[in-house]
Every structure is written in C-alpha cells, then in structure tokens.
T-cell receptor, first 115, second 112 residues
Framework: AQSVTQPDIHITVSEGASLELRCNYS??????LFWYVQSPGQGLQLLLK??????LVQGIKGFEAEFKRSQSSFNLRKPSVHWSDAAEYFC?????????????FGSGTRLQVQP | DTGVSQDPRHKITKRGQNVTFRCDPI?????LYWYRQTLGQGPEFLTY????????KSRLLSDRFSAERPKGSFSTLEIQRTEQGDSAMYLC??????????FGPGTRLLVL
C-alpha cells in the first residue's frame, strides 16, 4: 500500500520569505500527486496536481511543485510567502495503476507566517 | 458551480445516539467520496461511490457506519450508536471522471 510522509509537522517563515514543504511517498509506480491546503475548521482546497508530463507544475496562489521520481518526492514551493498563506498543507497520492480511487494523505504541515 | 456542500457543519451528540450527515456533490460529478479527519491528522478514506454504486469501503468503515447515494446525486453517511472515538471532521469530496477530488467544508462531529 502507498504511504505519504510529510517530515515537517510545523514550519514558521517570515512574510516575503521563500517556502518549501516536503512530501515523500512510497508507491510502486508513478502515482497521482496532489497538494491541498486547509484553513482552520474548513475543508480542503486543491492547490495543484501532477498526473504525468512536465515534472514542474504550477498551481493557484503562486504555488508550484516538482515531481522527482528518483527521490519519490513532490515538494511544494512558493517564492514569497504572504500572511494569508498561513494554514495546514496536505500532500496526497492516488493510485495510477489500479482501479482504486481513494487518496492517501500525509499528516500535514502547519505553516505559520511571521510579519 | 456552487461546490460541494455538507450539512450540518457541526453536530454535537451523546454517546450511543445515531447521527446522519448529508453531502451534495458538485453538479454532474458522478463520483463521491467520504473521508474522516481526526485532530492533527490528514484525511483518511472511508468510502467511494460511482453514481449510486458503492465501489470501495475502507476497513475504517465499521458496521456502525453506513453510506448511501440512492439516486446518484447526494449522499448520506450514518453513524449508529456513536462512540467518543467517532469525534472527527467528516469530509465529502466529488469528482467528474478524473482523479481530481474537490472537497466540501466538512461536518465536525463531537460525541460527548
């Protein structure tokens, strides 16, 4: 079964600084990969996704992520963080070579933005 | 496109009571999913419908849990004889034949 690891439980960055959130997965084939963001008490909003093709994908709110097959990673980046980016970020994988539709999520990284 | 909606947004119940949650997917999305999220964790998959057929069920979905999607549109998730361990956020998502799932705001359940 696939698994997702987000090694950083909590990250604090200053407003305007760059950001990188780490995601590593375990899966036999190339999975479908997603990043979602969740504000307190809210549902999940899709930031970006990777299915195939160009390994650098652009998302909403200025986020991007890069799929690195050799490292089984899909790290999320943003060049300049805004205070409104403070939230919890989840990486998720879906199975690309079975009929299963369930997503497997990491345990999340909470981002705090300092003024 | 009004997004996925869930009702109620919050529910407080006493242990042993039954509760039912409703999810309305994005219009014309034929796939609907239920997840459970406990504090400090990522969502965990519970079950999945394609139209009215329930095609996947997680081992997390004990016999006290039942989900339906009778006409292939909205879905309900019922928990019978609630336990304190059922306290969580219950998230619904939908998709339209792709792998991209769009989530609703969730129903937060507190079992006293």
């Amino acid at each position: 079964a696939q698994s997702v690891t987000q090694p950083d439980i909590h990250i604090t960055v200053s407003e305007g600084a760059s950001l990188e959130l780490r995601c590593n997965y375990s899966y036999g084939a190339t999975p479908y990969l997603f990043w979602y963001v969740q504000s307190p008490g809210q549902g999940l909003q899709l930031l970006l996704k990777y299915f195939s093709g160009d390994t650098l994908v652009q998302g909403i709110k200025g986020f991007e992520a890069e799929f690195k097959r050799s490292q089984s990673s899909f790290n999320l980046r943003k060049p300049s963080v805004h205070w409104s980016d403070a939230a919890e970020y989840f990486c998720a994988v879906g199975e690309s070579d079975t009929g299963r539709r369930a997503l497997t999520f990491g345990s999340g990284t909470r981002l705090q933005v300092q003024p | 496109d009004t997004g996925v909606s869930q009702d109620p947004r919050h529910k407080i119940t006493k242990r042993g009571q039954n509760v039912t949650f409703r999810c309305d997917p994005i219009s014309e999305h034929n796939r609907l999913y239920w997840y459970r999220q406990t504090l400090g964790q990522g969502p965990e998959f519970l079950t999945y419908f394609q139209n009215e057929a329930q095609l996947e069920k997680s081992r997390l979905l004990s016999d006290r849990f039942s989900a339906e999607r009778p006409k292939g549109s909205f879905s309900t998730l019922e928990i019978q004889r609630t336990e304190q361990g059922d306290s969580a956020m219950y998230l619904c998502a939908s998709s339209a034949g792709s792998e991209t799932q769009y989530f609703g705001p969730g129903t937060r359940l507190l079992v006293l």
